[in-house]
């Protein structure tokens, strides 16, 4: 069998698939999912893009022959759709060949796990013990700022949270637009930020607007919070859009980190900064 057989993840996309355990995850979120339809997804993911016939998923998935294999072929497919957010018409991951079988779209990244005794391995265990005194100077740092006023201090340690809310949409580009926002954060605001913050990306639509709406909030500790309302254009990529709010929210915390600097009055706690971001097309 190939290098895959070796691996202990499959990565695609934004997700992960642990073989050891058959766990689906996303963002590090485990996504619940019958085993059927997950060792589906690994007999897939492990096809590297070539045509998976349905004669050889009978045989891995169903080789006893006790269930009607179009009936449970076709439930394991929904399943998987709809915890990967794919589309039977227009599929990022798994697309149909009438007749023939499945083949898988996405490019996969196998991971194999580290050996025991290989140096990786060692240095593997040191991490607990440095991840604690990291952890000690982070609690010592965020107990001196926290009865202070927002400082941008630059080059600074910065502890937050990024949480991707909800959604009513199941379209796959607006949920892959939440994760471009989500995963440009942390860039944006270390070195701008001390102390504790938190962000939430969300996609809401107004009455008055068929558009989607993103709307990107920062919540920092001590200090009013920044809230930037995105009209999403069409046709435009989500990374683009992900680039564009990431240049938007650097150049509000640059100005309160100038502003700062130069004794200006600063919003009062508990107040926020709304910006309404307007995206050329």
Same mark, same amino acid.
């Given at each position: 069998?190939?290098?895959?057989?070796?691996?202990q993840s499959?990565h695609?996309?934004?997700?992960?698939? &642990?073989?050891q355990?058959?766990?689906?995850?996303?963002g %590090?979120?485990?996504i619940?999912?019958? $085993?059927?339809? #997950?060792? #589906?997804?690994?007999?897939? @993911?492990?096809?590297?893009?070539?045509?998976l016939r349905r004669e050889?998923i009978?045989?891995?998935? *169903?080789p006893d022959q006790?269930?009607?294999?179009?009936?449970g072929? @076709?439930?394991? =497919?929904?399943?998987?759709?709809s915890a990967? &957010? /794919?589309s039977?018409?227009?599929?990022?991951? +798994?697309?149909?060949? $009438?007749?023939?079988?499945?083949?898988?779209?996405?490019? !996969?990244e196998q991971?194999?796990?580290?050996e $025991?005794?290989?140096?990786?391995?060692?240095?593997?265990?040191?991490?607990?013990?440095?991840?604690f005194?990291?952890a000690? !100077?982070?609690a010592? =740092?965020t107990?001196? *700022?926290?009865?202070?006023?927002?400082?941008p201090?630059a &080059?600074?340690?910065?502890?937050?949270?990024v949480t +991707?809310?909800?959604? /009513?949409s199941?379209?796959?580009a #607006?949920?892959?637009?939440?994760?471009?926002?989500?995963?440009?954060i942390?860039e !944006?605001?270390?070195?701008?930020?001390?102390?504790? *913050?938190?962000?939430?990306?969300?996609i809401?639509r107004?009455?008055?607007?068929?558009?989607?709406r993103?709307?990107?909030?920062?919540?920092?500790? %001590?200090? $009013?919070?920044?809230?930037?309302?995105v /009209?999403?254009?069409?046709? !435009?990529?989500?990374?683009?859009? @992900?680039?564009?709010?990431?240049n938007?929210?650097s150049a509000?915390?640059h100005?309160?980190?100038?502003?700062?600097? #130069?004794g200006?009055?600063?919003p009062a706690?508990?107040?926020a900064?709304e910006?309404?971001?307007?995206l050329?097309?």
């Amino acid at each position: 069998m190939s290098d895959a057989s070796k691996a202990q993840s499959a990565h695609f996309g934004a997700f992960e698939l &642990n073989r050891q355990t058959l766990v689906l995850t996303r963002g %590090g979120h485990p996504i619940r999912l019958a $085993p059927q339809p #997950l060792k #589906l997804l690994l007999l897939l @993911a492990d096809s590297q893009g070539r045509l998976l016939r349905r004669e050889e998923i009978r045989e891995h998935l *169903w080789p006893d022959q006790t269930v009607e294999f179009d009936q449970g072929l @076709a439930h394991c =497919l929904r399943k998987l759709r709809s915890a990967l &957010n /794919d589309s039977a018409k227009n599929p990022r991951y +798994i697309e149909t060949v $009438p007749r023939l079988g499945l083949r898988f779209l996405e490019s !996969v990244e196998q991971r194999t796990a580290v050996e $025991p005794d290989s140096p990786t391995a060692k240095r593997t265990l040191l991490m607990p013990a440095l991840l604690f005194g990291f952890a000690l !100077v982070l609690a010592v =740092l965020t107990l001196a *700022w926290r009865s202070q006023a927002f400082t941008p201090v630059a &080059n600074s340690t910065s502890v937050g949270t990024v949480t +991707i809310a909800a959604s /009513d949409s199941e379209e796959p580009a #607006l949920l892959s637009l939440q994760q471009a926002v989500a995963d440009r954060i942390p860039e !944006v605001v270390q070195g701008l930020i001390s102390g504790p *913050w938190k962000a939430t990306v969300t996609i809401t639509r107004r009455a008055e607007s068929s558009r989607p709406r993103l709307v990107t909030r920062l919540e920092i500790s %001590g200090s $009013p919070s920044i809230s930037l309302d995105v /009209d999403v254009p069409e046709m !435009v990529p989500p990374e683009r859009i @992900a680039r564009d709010v990431a240049n938007e929210l650097s150049a509000l915390l640059h100005r309160r980190k100038r502003e700062a600097e #130069l004794g200006s009055p600063q919003p009062a706690q508990g107040g926020a900064r709304e910006v309404t971001v307007t995206l050329e097309e």
